[in-house]
């Protein structure tokens, strides 16, 4: 549908691995000193360094986590990178290294993967990143990729997801919901496409939606703004399940309850409109919508001053004790309690 | 074939990703004090190194990379962990972190992942490795494993591929070409259970090969042996894609030719009969047949009498001026040029 149709084509065959390797990491640019070794040993090499190290890697499955037909490739590759950066800002460190290891099936032509390789490599270079290694092999059906992200903090910076106090207010980044909201207009383009091949998509009214669905944006801003403000987060977590099952993975490590006010979760008015339209609540679409990426923490309340008047930061609710429970204060000022619901879930049961 | 059928089955779907994750991790033992924080935040945390790290990465696919129906899980699960060892081993280094991505289509019972994880582990325990993270997905079809490792090794200990000089010894550990030929006696087992669902496999006389195939062991202890042996290579690469190709590798980075003796390649007695027995000619078996997760190095000419009286060692060749060429020395004295071939080419061409 929005898959550009007129590229020619290279079958992969004619190159072999090594060549194709060499072919698509040629452009690779190398930011940081301390990557001593990129592609092309047997291990990347790292400087040693005085910082505490961060490792996370992620899997995305074609038909799982992203369907062909509507995500470009370019794009495909930026995400996947953003996907594994945020869960090194959600420790409270810089990004440093990446290594990317895809497989495809013999139905892409090389010209696929130079785009999902220019979209990995605009991501390394727009968040300073190194691609330093991975693996390129075919697959008996689709794409797959698999990233490893390696970044560094110092030890005292770290934030884990288990320091959480009571009374610490609970403070999320942007806004939520748009990239759950972008994903049910992609779909529902794709069914009229289906119905009728001639149809143009219509996605201009849902542009911030469909944006953050496609192209997410890692918040090592937020990293830096924290900094700035001299404010350490008692417990931080990035938001790709969505925000009740990031709050409850808080609450549960850190052994503490949460009040969450409704009426405080922000919503851009894109959201909203296209929550209207689709009959769906809103609430619903931020709590387990999903794929946000963007930051929920915590803080002492003796930071509250440091952060209040900052566009970028929203203060949601509080932590309590444990024995309280983990909360939902609805508009009507009801407490109810909050549970994590997934995107199949969410199909299923709750709009 | 080789496969347990008996085993009762519980649904993936039962337990949610998290539970999942929480079930197959549960066993998993710390080795190293320098993993500050394994499995259960957004990023594992590793304590900063006085020694440089050393990053690899590889992704197996069933159907690509391994066939169920002869591979039992446990032996997969402890090899996926072996081929990222080995690079590790490559560079000189020691392994000391891995992460472990998986997805599964839902035809795998979650003690099918049981079992991936015990080789896993098993692999973990016996090479003091620890499991810090990973992602657990499902699949659209079949089973696929990717794989990371982080080790760490001196500056000056690290040896890269770039490093052979003219004069130079080619040295190679353990012997080669079993792993090819366990696969190609396990697809012969395997087409006969095809056709009699009742035959037993024959494998008492290829257990040697059959084990080079499934269950591979790292050369970790070489690393330890030069060490002990105060040798360092000038150069080092493990053996997966076969001997040649390694070769190759070695003479493009280190811009050097050489000469590969054909009847120094070290063979198990057991590689020799089956050869004949399959009708194929062992030095093309060593050459291309690859898995064979053996080391090959460069040492000095006057590094020479410290490994000579190893029985792990085989001098097969020198490192020669790049304008000489790549080339290996038949039994008949006759120089021919050596060719980077895969198995894929040697099953179609040359044998």
Not at 19 to 46: N, P, R, W, Y
Not at 121 to 137: E, F, K, R
Not at 281 to 299: H, Q, W
Request: net charge negative; aromatic share 6%; proline share 3%.
């Amino acid at each position: 549908m929005l898959e550009n149709k007129d590229q020619s084509r290279t079958s992969l065959s004619e190159l072999g691995e090594f060549k194709l390797i060499e072919h698509l990491t040629k452009q690779v640019k190398i930011h940081h000193d301390s990557t001593v070794k990129g592609i092309g040993d047997d291990c990347a090499v790292i400087e040693k360094s005085k910082k505490q190290t961060l490792v996370t890697t992620d899997l995305l499955i074609e038909g799982v986590h992203f369907d062909m037909s509507y995500t470009p490739l370019k794009h495909l590759g930026y995400k996947a990178v953003m996907v594994n950066l945020s869960d090194v800002y959600a420790m409270n460190g810089t990004a440093k290294q990446i290594t990317v290891s895809i497989a495809v099936s013999n139905r892409f032509p090389l010209e696929a993967l130079e785009e999902l390789y220019a979209g990995i490599q605009l991501a390394c270079n727009a968040y300073q990143v190194d691609l330093i290694g991975g693996d390129t092999t075919s697959s008996t059906k689709g794409m797959l990729i698999s990233i490893t992200a390696i970044g560094e903090a110092n030890k005292e910076d770290i934030v884990y997801r288990n320091g959480a106090q009571p009374n610490d207010l609970l403070v999320v980044t942007g806004d939520l919901g748009g990239a759950y909201l972008g994903l049910q207009v992609l779909e529902r383009e794709k069914q009229v496409f289906e119905v009728n091949p001639n149809a143009q998509p219509e996605l201009e009214n849902y542009s911030y939606l469909v944006e953050r669905q496609l192209k997410p944006e890692a918040r090592k801003d937020i990293v830096k703004l924290l900094k700035d403000l001299e404010v350490k987060p008692t417990a931080m977590i990035d938001i790709s399940d969505g925000l009740s099952s990031e709050i409850l993975h808080i609450c549960k490590q850190s052994e503490v309850g949460c009040n969450l006010y409704e009426d405080k979760i922000p919503l851009d008015q894109q959201v909203i409109s296209t929550c209207e339209e689709f009959n769906l609540d809103s609430t619903m679409v931020a709590l387990s919508g999903g794929e946000d990426y963007e930051l929920l923490f915590t803080i002492s309340q003796e930071d509250f001053p440091k952060i209040k008047a900052n566009p970028n930061l929203t203060v949601i609710g509080h932590i309590t004790e444990a024995s309280e429970g983990k909360n939902l204060v609805t508009r009507a000022n009801q407490k109810i309690e909050l549970v994590a619901q997934g995107w199949n879930a969410m199909n299923k049961d709750n709009l």
